[in-house]
């Protein structure tokens, strides 16, 4: 089978990872690819409450890389999804009860029974992350267009190629366009002339994230989020269909809506990644 | 409103724009592990070797890192006084205009004699 497993990771915490890792997968299988969510945040269990499914978890990923149980019995069905599973993380160990080799034995084993296998990496570059990369094929990094945690996304990138990936593709999370309209804040352009990789997805800020997470419902289910729509493109851009990188742009006033409909406005035109060097 | 903005946005960055600068200038540090003690040896190191050849304004030569066209530059800003000596191998009637200015490279120099 012709599989990939990607890596989701920040360095920071707190930036998006576990929400882009609950939407790309669930955008993933709602394309109809069998997809698998492995929460590497040993003792930081949190996907599966992102994903819904915190009340059905029996064993985690430790049991089964110690063997105490076989990998078909710790993942779980997703409840809408027929071929959305999660590999949750145990909560009552910590970071090391998971090794390097036992990581990529794993991630080996769920190559064979899936399209894709979405990992979501535990903040930190400690072994944690080491373990979360291992593996993969790919690896994306979440950032938010701010300080701290565009540096450490830059640090991470350094770790990333010392570690013989390839280099690695970046969803810029939680983008306020009224800010970076108003200067207040960096825009998509700035971020990606700092640190030089591909983009992959912009996702503009939502409350619906919290609304969605609060419901146990990734946010891609959501047709009018913006974020959730975001998610959706990113999914498709890592399908490797080209999707316009539009995700900030305005939303059209109530006359450009009515325009369009009648078929006397501009079609909908693609905006690229504003490109202005100072 | 335009039109102030035009005129705030000349006299100081945005924080949007002063994130971009200060991220870059950090991120050349973190990538080379260059510490301000570092860069500070590297400064005194280069002012002996020009000093070899050119005076220079000791004060006010400044030694930075910055992001620019894709490659991690040190910058050296070094205002140089007066030509300290003639090079003797280079006759005065053949000391050209850049030599004067200061922005001969050496190598060169030494390699045509």
């Keep these: 089978m012709d599989s990939r497993i990607i890596t989701i990771t920040s360095g920071k915490g707190g930036v998006g990872k576990t929400t882009t890792t609950a939407n790309l997968s669930t955008a993933l299988a709602m394309q109809g690819k069998k997809v698998v969510a492995v929460d590497s945040d040993i003792g930081l269990r949190n996907?599966?409450?992102?994903?819904?499914?915190?009340n059905r978890i029996v064993y985690d990923l430790v049991d089964v890389?110690?063997?105490?149980?076989?990998l078909r019995q710790a993942l779980i069905k997703d409840k809408r999804l027929p071929d959305l599973y999660l590999l949750p993380a145990a909560q009552t160990r910590d970071k090391n009860a998971v090794n390097s080799v036992q990581m990529e034995q794993l991630c080996q084993q769920l190559r064979q029974e899936f399209d894709f296998v979405i990992i979501d990496s535990p903040a930190g570059i400690e072994q944690g992350f080491r373990n979360a990369i291992v593996g993969a094929d790919e690896i994306v990094i979440v950032a938010n267009p701010e300080m701290?945690?565009?540096?450490?996304?830059?640090r991470i990138i350094g770790l990333v190629e010392a570690a013989g990936k390839p280099e690695p593709r970046l969803i810029l999370n939680r983008l306020r366009p009224e800010m970076v309209r108003r200067g207040d804040m960096m825009d998509v352009a700035d971020v990606i002339e700092v640190l030089g990789i591909d983009l992959i997805g912009i996702v503009p800020e939502d409350e619906a994230i919290i609304v969605?997470?609060?419901?146990?419902?990734?946010?891609?289910?959501?047709?009018?989020?913006?974020?959730?729509?975001?998610?959706?493109?990113a999914a498709q851009r890592l399908l490797g269909e080209e999707?316009?990188?539009?995700?900030?742009?305005?939303?059209?006033?109530?006359?450009?809506?009515?325009?369009?409909?009648?078929?006397?406005?501009?079609?909908?035109?693609e905006k690229r990644v504003r490109s202005q060097s100072s | 409103m335009g039109v102030f903005?035009?005129?705030?946005?000349?006299?100081?960055?945005t924080p949007g724009e002063l994130a971009k600068?200060?991220?870059?200038?950090?991120?050349?540090?973190?990538?080379l592990k260059l510490n301000p003690e570092l860069l500070e040896l590297i400064r005194a190191e280069l002012l002996t070797v020009v000093s070899?050849?050119?005076?220079v304004e000791e004060q006010q030569v400044e030694i930075s890192l910055a992001r620019e066209d894709g490659y991690d530059k040190l910058l050296a800003n070094i205002p140089i006084k007066r030509q300290k000596v003639k090079f003797e191998w280079d006759p005065p009637s053949h000391t050209s205009n850049e030599v004067l200015r200061g922005k001969v490279r050496i190598e060169e120099t030494e390699a045509e004699a």
């Excluded at chain 1, 890389?65 to 076989?70: A, D, K, L, M």
């Excluded at chain 1, 701290?148 to 830059?154: G, K, N, T």
């Excluded at chain 1, 999707?243 to 079609?267: H, I, K, Q, T, Y």
């Design chain 2, 5 to 13: 903005e035009f005129m705030i946005k000349r006299k100081k960055p």
């Design chain 2, 52 to 55: 070899r050849r050119l005076e």
């Design chain 1, 243 to 269: 999707v316009p990188l539009d995700e900030v742009e305005d939303v059209p006033s109530f006359m450009e809506r009515l325009r369009r409909l009648m078929g006397m406005g501009p079609a909908t035109h």
């Design chain 1, 212 to 233: 969605a997470t609060n419901k146990g419902e990734p946010a891609v289910y959501d047709k009018r989020s913006r974020a959730g729509r975001a998610f959706l493109n």
């Design chain 1, 148 to 154: 701290a945690s565009v540096r450490d996304a830059d």
């Design chain 1, 47 to 54: 996907l599966d409450a992102v994903l819904g499914l915190e």
């Design chain 1, 65 to 70: 890389v110690e063997g105490q149980c076989r």
């Design chain 2, 21 to 31: 600068e200060r991220l870059k200038v950090v991120l050349v540090h973190d990538r």
